[in-house]
């Protein structure tokens, strides 16, 4: 049996060999797979790559031979003329005959020598598009080097809507450009795709289609059980999503290859796999499935279409085939695990004291495990992190995404390698989000995270956390800013796609972004009414400086009258004192019947008053002035003159007599102030 079985593998290695020579396909994976849909006949196979028309490989056999052992897909023929609305022919039933025909007609090509070995020239690529339009579906065959914008261009035809107005959605990779060329997305050979035209309202005769068109895109809930394992899974899923798409991700899981996969629970009306789930006729929002690996593969004489389909589908990506080994590739690397197998430091250490070397840590080690690119991780505390991404001014906030690490979990290393290291999903974190991780393989680590987000987001999230089981894992919480308390706005699991994240990122953008517009407003609002404030406080204390000054000058201008007041006063009082002491040390009036000489004198005063006074000729002058004097008039201040002529009687010697200053028997004066 070992001889046979060694035998089986050399025969095996030169068909491939045979058919990567004739084909020109350098990729192992996708010839094995070719081959493997052929029933590994190398003729059957060459005929499913290279079309008819151009000319067909044959072996030494009939070609009722052949005709016989046809497992491939179509010919070119074929798919278009069923593209067109025609009836593809059914394939043949696999008869035990065939199959030693087949098998004869492949060992004819081992012993080929290149020198003789036919060498066919590749026709191009062709892949099978089935669009889905409101309740029309339109089927078409385009060569690999056409870009998007000739599909949309066919479809234009077809539906009667402008290209401008038009959304091909259904991309593994996200929306695409009109000119991208198909070969660079590396589609497989069948593809699902959907057309959405948000700005054409649906007319009457689409409306009873609108349920379908809900459908596709609300999320439907798969609990799927894995019987083997007796172990539950529940997977998040678009009605977009196709039943292909979700073979696929479940092969992801239980490391059951899509063919060999035998499911319980789909409806009767899911009989094709590129049909979506919202067409499928699935329970909504919750169904239950279950799926366990075949008994034996290989008893299976007449294949189904369904493993047919898969099979085109895993053309170009080669994670399907059980006999990879053969050839030396690992199931670990088919299944991208390979780097969670080698892995040789956790992600983060156990009970580390400073948080900040902890994230350190962990972005050293997810840069080693999955390249450097990836999103920029938050170096520092929980509490750091949410300050620096809730509480600067509102045009600088962001909000807070929370990565939490399982390394126990399945979905880690694809989760990883595949929605946090695309380069999509890289810039909109980076340019959005303030990036915080943590590992929580570890209890220890685990612990630490509950009690930090019990500080900062309280119990509720808590909970929400200890709640997922660890092959949910990982998670990324989406965490928004508030007033009063942090809101998690979102919880995306490890089992989303690049698009599913995109969208709910993208969803969880909106609700913050119409927050932080109100918050900005609000801010705005609050620093105008500050600044009203401060301006009104300052023109306050400017106002109150002014007063105070005015009030100062004032006072100080009462002060100063006061004082220029007293001192007039005292000046008056000093005036009158002296005037008193004049007025008392005045000689007495001579009587006019006196017998010496009188002179009689008149002084008018500068008001026009006069004073009338009688003197001794022999006075002195200065009983003239004295007497001025104590009438108001001092010597300082006025001048005595006469009328005429006109003489300053202040300027003569005051000892002289008024006999001798010539003002006897009688004289007029009068008083003038001194410049």
């Given at each position: 049996?070992?001889?046979?079985?060694?035998?089986?593998?050399?025969?095996?290695e030169m068909?491939?060999?045979?058919?990567?020579a004739?084909t020109?396909?350098?990729?192992?994976?996708?010839?094995?797979?070719l081959l493997?849909?052929?029933?590994?006949?190398?003729?059957?196979a060459?005929?499913?790559v290279?079309?008819?028309?151009?000319?067909?490989l044959q072996?030494?056999?009939?070609?009722?031979?052949?005709q016989?052992?046809?497992?491939?897909?179509?010919?070119q023929?074929?798919?278009?003329?069923?593209?067109?609305g025609?009836a593809?022919?059914?394939?043949?039933?696999?008869?035990?005959s065939?199959?030693?025909?087949?098998?004869?007609?492949?060992?004819?090509?081992?012993?080929?020598?290149?020198?003789?070995?036919?060498?066919?020239?590749?026709?191009?690529?062709?892949?099978n598009?089935?669009?889905?339009?409101?309740?029309?579906t339109?089927?078409l065959?385009?060569?690999?080097?056409?870009t998007?914008?000739?599909?949309?261009?066919?479809?234009e035809?077809?539906?009667?809507?402008?290209?401008?107005k038009?959304?091909?959605?259904?991309?593994k990779?996200?929306?695409?450009?009109?000119?991208?060329?198909?070969?660079?997305l590396?589609?497989?050979?069948?593809n699902?795709?959907?057309?959405?035209t948000?700005?054409?309202?649906?007319?009457?005769?689409?409306?009873?289609n609108?349920?379908?068109?809900?459908s596709?895109?609300?999320?439907?809930?798969?609990?799927?059980s894995?019987?083997?394992?007796?172990?539950?899974?529940?997977?998040?899923f678009?009605?977009?999503?196709?039943?292909?798409?979700?073979?696929?991700?479940v092969?992801?899981?239980?490391?059951?290859?899509?063919?060999?996969?035998?499911?319980?629970?789909w409806?009767?009306?899911?009989s094709?796999?590129?049909?979506?789930?919202?067409a499928?006729?699935?329970?909504?929002?919750c169904?239950?499935l279950?799926?366990?690996?075949r008994?034996s593969p290989?008893n299976?004489?007449?294949?189904?279409?369904?493993?047919?389909?898969?099979?085109?589908?895993s053309?170009?990506?080669?994670?399907?085939?059980?006999?990879?080994?053969?050839?030396?590739?690992?199931?670990s690397?088919?299944?991208g695990?390979?780097?969670?197998i080698?892995?040789?430091?956790?992600?983060m250490?156990?009970?580390?004291?400073?948080e900040a070397d902890?994230?350190?840590?962990?972005?050293?080690?997810f840069?080693?495990?999955?390249?450097?690119?990836?999103?920029?991780?938050?170096?520092?505390?929980?509490?750091?992190?949410?300050?620096?991404?809730?509480?600067?001014?509102?045009?600088?906030?962001?909000l807070l995404?929370?990565?939490?690490?399982?390394?126990?979990?399945?979905?880690?290393?694809?989760f990883?390698?595949?929605?946090?290291c695309?380069?999509?999903i890289?810039?909109?974190?980076?340019?959005?989000?303030?990036?915080?991780a943590?590992?929580v393989t570890?209890?220890?680590?685990?612990a630490?995270?509950?009690?930090?987000?019990?500080?900062?987001?309280?119990?509720v999230?808590t909970?929400t956390?200890?709640?997922?089981?660890?092959?949910q894992?990982?998670?990324?919480?989406i965490?928004?800013?508030?007033?009063?308390?942090?809101?998690?706005?979102?919880?995306?699991?490890?089992?989303?796609?690049?698009?599913?994240?995109?969208?709910?990122?993208?969803?969880?953008?909106?609700?913050?972004?119409?927050?932080?517009?109100?918050?900005?407003?609000?801010?705005?609002?609050?620093?105008?009414r500050?600044?009203?404030?401060r301006?009104?406080?300052?023109?306050?204390?400017?106002?109150?400086?002014?007063?105070r000054?005015?009030r100062?000058?004032?006072?100080?201008?009462?002060?100063?009258?006061?004082?220029?007041?007293?001192m007039?006063?005292?000046?008056?009082?000093?005036?009158?004192?002296?005037?008193?002491s004049?007025?008392?040390?005045?000689?007495?009036?001579?009587?006019?019947?006196?017998a010496?000489?009188i002179?009689?004198?008149?002084?008018?005063?500068p008001?026009?008053?006069?004073?009338?006074?009688?003197?001794?000729g022999s006075c002195?002058?200065?009983?003239?002035?004295?007497?001025?004097?104590?009438?108001?008039?001092?010597?300082?201040?006025?001048?005595?003159?006469?009328?005429?002529?006109?003489?300053?009687?202040?300027q003569?010697?005051?000892?002289s007599?008024l006999?001798?200053?010539?003002?006897?028997?009688?004289?007029?004066?009068?008083?003038?102030?001194?410049?």
């Amino acid at each position: 049996m070992a001889s046979e079985g060694g035998e089986s593998n050399m025969d095996r290695e030169m068909i491939l060999a045979d058919f990567q020579a004739c084909t020109g396909i350098d990729n192992i994976a996708e010839a094995i797979t070719l081959l493997e849909l052929n029933n590994w006949d190398l003729v059957a196979a060459i005929n499913g790559v290279i079309p008819q028309e151009n000319g067909i490989l044959q072996s030494n056999f009939s070609s009722e031979a052949s005709q016989s052992s046809v497992f491939g897909p179509p010919s070119q023929s074929e798919a278009a003329h069923a593209a067109a609305g025609g009836a593809a022919p059914p394939p043949a039933s696999s008869s035990s005959s065939s199959s030693s025909q087949a098998s004869s007609s492949a060992s004819a090509f081992c012993p080929v020598n290149p020198s003789s070995r036919h060498i066919v020239e590749r026709q191009p690529r062709m892949l099978n598009f089935r669009v889905e339009y409101r309740q029309r579906t339109i089927e078409l065959v385009l060569e690999e080097g056409s870009t998007v914008g000739e599909i949309k261009t066919i479809l234009e035809a077809d539906l009667g809507i402008p290209v401008s107005k038009m959304q091909l959605k259904g991309w593994k990779s996200g929306d695409v450009s009109d000119s991208t060329v198909m070969r660079s997305l590396h589609l497989p050979k069948n593809n699902s795709l959907y057309v959405l035209t948000p700005e054409i309202a649906p007319t009457a005769s689409t409306s009873k289609n609108s349920d379908l068109q809900d459908s596709l895109n609300q999320n439907f809930l798969l609990v799927i059980s894995h019987r083997e394992a007796q172990r539950d899974y529940s997977l998040n899923f678009p009605g977009s999503r196709t039943i292909q798409e979700v073979k696929r991700n479940v092969s992801d899981l239980t490391n059951i290859p899509v063919r060999h996969q035998q499911w319980d629970g789909w409806p009767a009306s899911a009989s094709d796999d590129s049909m979506t789930l919202a067409a499928s006729g699935i329970s909504y929002p919750c169904h239950h499935l279950s799926v366990c690996r075949r008994s034996s593969p290989a008893n299976s004489q007449e294949p189904t279409e369904e493993c047919a389909d898969v099979h085109m589908v895993s053309d170009s990506e080669g994670d399907d085939f059980e006999d990879a080994s053969e050839f030396g590739v690992d199931d670990s690397e088919m299944f991208g695990m390979g780097s969670s197998i080698c892995r040789k430091s956790p992600m983060m250490p156990e009970n580390s004291e400073n948080e900040a070397d902890a994230l350190l840590h962990f972005t050293a080690e997810f840069s080693s495990r999955y390249g450097e690119t990836h999103p920029m991780f938050f170096i520092g505390s929980l509490e750091a992190a949410s300050q620096e991404a809730f509480y600067g001014k509102a045009r600088d906030r962001k909000l807070l995404a929370i990565y939490l690490h399982n390394d126990d979990s399945v979905l880690s290393n694809v989760f990883c390698s595949q929605m946090m290291c695309a380069d999509s999903i890289v810039a909109y974190l980076s340019q959005n989000f303030i990036t915080w991780a943590w590992d929580v393989t570890k209890e220890a680590n685990k612990a630490r995270l509950l009690t930090m987000c019990t500080r900062h987001f309280g119990s509720v999230v808590t909970q929400t956390i200890r709640t997922y089981k660890t092959d949910q894992f990982p998670l990324l919480l989406i965490v928004m800013g508030k007033r009063t308390s942090n809101e998690v706005l979102n919880v995306i699991q490890g089992n989303s796609t690049v698009d599913e994240l995109m969208m709910r990122l993208m969803g969880a953008m909106e609700i913050f972004t119409a927050q932080q517009q109100e918050d900005i407003k609000d801010e705005d609002e609050r620093e105008a009414r500050e600044t009203v404030k401060r301006e009104q406080d300052e023109a306050y204390r400017v106002s109150l400086e002014a007063d105070r000054k005015k009030r100062e000058a004032q006072e100080k201008e009462e002060a100063e009258q006061v004082r220029l007041e007293r001192m007039r006063k005292e000046q008056e009082d000093e005036k009158e004192a002296i005037r008193l002491s004049l007025e008392q040390t005045l000689p007495a009036e001579p009587d006019e019947d006196s017998a010496e000489q009188i002179s009689k004198l008149r002084v008018r005063t500068p008001s026009g008053q006069f004073l009338e006074r009688r003197f001794l000729g022999s006075c002195k002058l200065q009983v003239l002035f004295d007497f001025v004097a104590s009438k108001g008039f001092p010597f300082e201040e006025f001048k005595l003159l006469t009328t005429f002529p006109r003489r300053n009687i202040t300027q003569l010697d005051p000892g002289s007599t008024l006999l001798e200053a010539k003002l006897f028997p009688q004289e007029t004066l009068f008083l003038e102030a001194k410049e």
